[in-house]
Each structure stands twice: as structure tokens, then as C-alpha cells.
């Protein structure tokens, strides 16, 4: 076999493993901030989740009203401890972050998803999307 056709096999293969992971990883849902901020407005039950940096929460005053703060590294442990522990699986939960591309709020999400919670949702935009619509907001908890 020459070069060139070692080469192109070992690009195939990575294309392929590529693909195969992306698979893998379970899909999450998105919700706009308009649609959490009607469900908030018709006290529908939602579970909002916090997951910003712990630098960014620290810097900021406020969070979206009920929501509750945990690191996304520390999530799937926090999930034995009230009120994760406690939570129906088919409550609906929404995470959100201040990350550019919602990573942190994904990976939260894909964390609950494999838990078996089966309504997880990531807020779209995040947190400067919340502040764009003018979100309910409440005074961050100070710890």
C-alpha cells in the first residue's frame, strides 16, 4: 500500500469513529427563553438548574427566579442529596449556563437525560438570552 492510500484509510477511520461518538451522546432539547418565561408566568412545574461557572455565578447578583445553582462537574453526585433526590423523573427540568454555545447547560442536560430524568430541556442563549427578554429574575443566594 502506498502513502496516500494509508492516509486516506486513516482518515476514513477517524471520520467513521467521529460519527459513531456523535451518535452516541443523547440529543438534548432546547426551549427559548419566551417559552420558559410563559411557563414561569403560568406556574407550570419546572425544575430550573443553574450551571454557570462557579466564577460566573459568583460574580453575578441574580439568578432566574427558583432556579437552583449546582457546578455541572458535581451534578450527577448532587442527584443524591434533596431536592434532586427527591424529583419525579418526568418533572421538567431546564438548565442553563453563560457559556457561548450552551456547553455547560448540554452537558448538565446530558447528565440527567442518562440519570433517567425524560424531560430535560437546555435553555437556548442562556442566561444573557433570560436578560434579553426581561426574565423574572430573583437576588443570587450568597454563599
Not at 486516506?8 to 456523535?22: E, N, P, T, Y
Request: charged share 25%; glycine share 4%; with cysteine.
Amino acid at each position: 500500500m502506498n502513502m496516500r492510500k494509508i492516509w486516506l484509510l486513516v482518515f476514513v477511520v477517524i471520520g467513521f469513529s467521529a460519527l459513531s461518538i456523535r451518535a452516541q451522546t443523547p440529543a438534548v432539547d432546547m426551549i427559548t427563553a419566551d417559552e420558559l418565561k410563559a411557563k414561569l408566568a403560568g406556574n407550570q412545574p419546572v425544575m430550573i438548574i443553574d450551571v454557570r461557572s462557579s466564577e460566573a455565578y459568583a460574580a453575578a447578583t441574580h439568578t432566574i427566579k427558583g432556579s437552583i445553582h449546582y457546578k455541572t462537574r458535581k451534578l450527577k453526585y448532587r442527584l443524591a442529596y434533596p431536592p434532586l433526590k427527591d424529583l419525579p423523573k418526568d418533572r421538567e427540568i431546564v438548565t442553563y449556563c453563560s457559556c457561548p454555545k450552551d456547553e455547560a447547560s448540554i452537558a448538565a442536560a446530558q447528565i440527567l437525560q442518562a440519570s433517567g430524568f425524560k424531560r430535560v430541556r437546555v435553555l437556548q442563549g442562556g442566561w444573557q438570552e433570560w436578560m434579553r427578554v426581561n426574565g423574572p429574575v430573583e437576588p443570587r443566594v450568597k454563599t
